[in-house]
């Protein structure tokens, strides 16, 4: 099947590979969910109930279950939001301290918001479990929809902390190895060659016989014996 040559460039983009990356949509997911959990309770998730016309929360009419899903929910966006525009100019952190940073920043974050979804998915779900089946006219899809994608967001952080983890071991910095390498090159560099030195061969030790021959050679040298010299007879 032929492929035309503009959606063949399109593919092979910076920006549809930039979106192909693991880390990309595990944050495109994210922050989905997110938004379906706080926009879900936002706008639903206080209704009236059949013999009141106050406003109470659908589940369990527990305020503080809806201001907590709105809040984590609204939260999570915003942060899937920044760290997608951050990967999206990481080429420019590359070799900086501020990558190192912003990975170990990235994996604590996740960490966090593991946790903080699973308490609220436990949370959210029993305020619904305890909730009264028909005590609000409308409401009960939103709820529904608020525990589910709050689960969903557990599974997907786990994901995301995984990829930071990841990420952070292979890109550690190891300056101690660094140094060492650095200082092995510049003694290679500046150290003459082996057979040039005078003195490469006396740090063997003295129990060599190089080091006794080269130490010894100009003392043990054998004297040249004078010749003598006949006079002619007179």
Not at 5 to 11: G, I, R, W
Not at 78 to 105: P, W, Y
Not at 133 to 152: D, H, I, Q
Request: hydrophobic share 45%; net charge neutral.
């Amino acid at each position: 099947m032929h492929v035309p040559e503009s959606l063949q460039d399109l593919a092979d983009s910076e920006a549809v590979r930039f979106l192909k990356r693991p880390k990309t949509m595990g944050r495109i997911f994210s922050g989905v969910f997110s938004l379906v959990v706080f926009s879900s309770l936002l706008t639903d998730g206080y209704q009236n109930k059949t013999d009141s016309p106050q406003l109470h929360c659908v589940l369990n009419s527990n305020a503080t279950a809806c201001s907590f899903a709105v809040g984590a929910g609204l939260l999570a966006f915003l942060s899937c939001l920044a760290f997608l525009v951050i990967d999206a100019h990481e080429s420019r952190l590359a070799g900086s301290h501020f990558k190192t940073a912003f990975q170990l920043l990235d994996f604590i974050l996740a960490v966090i918001w593991v946790c903080v979804w699973f308490v609220g998915f436990c949370f959210l779900a029993n305020q619904w479990q305890h909730a009264q089946p028909r005590e609000f006219l409308l409401g009960s899809s939103s709820a529904k929809a608020a525990v589910t994608f709050t689960f969903f967001s557990v599974l997907v952080w786990i994901f995301q902390a995984y990829l930071a983890f990841q990420e952070l071991r292979e890109d550690a910095p190891v300056p101690y190895k660094r140094s060492l390498d650095e200082g092995a090159v510049v003694l290679t560099t500046l150290s003459p060659p082996l057979a040039a030195s005078p003195t490469s061969s006396s740090t063997t030790g003295p129990n060599n016989l190089n080091y006794a021959s080269s130490a010894l050679s100009p003392y043990l040298s054998t004297p040249k014996v004078p010749r003598l010299a006949m006079m002619p007879d007179n």
